[in-house]
């Protein structure tokens, strides 16, 4: 098992995450990573500016923790798109691997924002595309 001091030792600059905010949520959605449903995601605006979520940034690896607090993977940030929850495209939705529709997307991120107590239709987000370089 990969430790997280040897894993930010070898990516100098990784800010550490997690795709979910439940121990259920982050295995299923590292889940959809590993098996490459999913390759993209989408941070609160709100959540960078409260220091909860690391702002992304392209070209730079970061370190997705499992539902055990251990690195699970690392990824690569490859594309950003600033847009709001109204604003979101079926084709980014559909990226994350998460949804079989725009609709049902909305609806999940429509809860889980609302869980962090930070949902609005016109919240800005920051959609993410990304590249897994390595996996534990």
Same mark, same amino acid.
């Given at each position: 098992?990969?430790?997280?001091?040897?894993?930010?030792?070898?990516?100098? %600059?990784?800010? =550490?995450?997690?795709?979910?905010? =439940?121990? %259920?949520?982050?295995? #299923?959605? &590292?889940?959809?990573?590993?098996?490459?449903?999913?390759?993209? @995601?989408? =941070?609160?605006?709100?959540?960078? $500016?409260?220091?909860?979520? +690391?702002?992304?940034?392209?070209?730079?690896?970061?370190?997705?923790?499992? +539902?055990? %607090?251990? +690195?699970?993977?690392?990824?690569? @940030?490859?594309?950003?798109?600033? =847009? @709001? !929850?109204? %604003? *979101? @495209? #079926?084709?980014?939705?559909?990226? #994350?691997?998460?949804?079989? &529709?725009?609709?049902?997307?909305? &609806?999940?991120?429509?809860?889980?924002?609302?869980?962090?107590?930070?949902?609005? $239709?016109? *919240? &800005?987000?920051? !959609?993410?595309?990304?590249?897994?370089?390595?996996?534990?």
């Amino acid at each position: 098992m990969a430790e997280l001091d040897d894993v930010l030792a070898r990516y100098p %600059g990784a800010q =550490t995450f997690a795709f979910g905010d =439940t121990p %259920g949520l982050i295995a #299923e959605l &590292t889940a959809l990573v590993r098996s490459g449903a999913k390759r993209a @995601t989408c =941070t609160a605006l709100a959540d960078v $500016e409260a220091g909860r979520e +690391p702002m992304p940034v392209i070209g730079r690896r970061d370190i997705a923790l499992g +539902p055990d %607090g251990r +690195p699970a993977l690392v990824i690569e @940030t490859k594309e950003l798109v600033r =847009t @709001t !929850w109204a %604003g *979101m @495209t #079926e084709e980014m939705a559909l990226a #994350e691997g998460e949804d079989d &529709t725009l609709e049902s997307w909305k &609806t999940g991120h429509r809860r889980y924002y609302e869980r962090q107590g930070i949902f609005a $239709e016109d *919240m &800005t987000l920051i !959609w993410e595309r990304f590249d897994v370089v390595e996996a534990f």
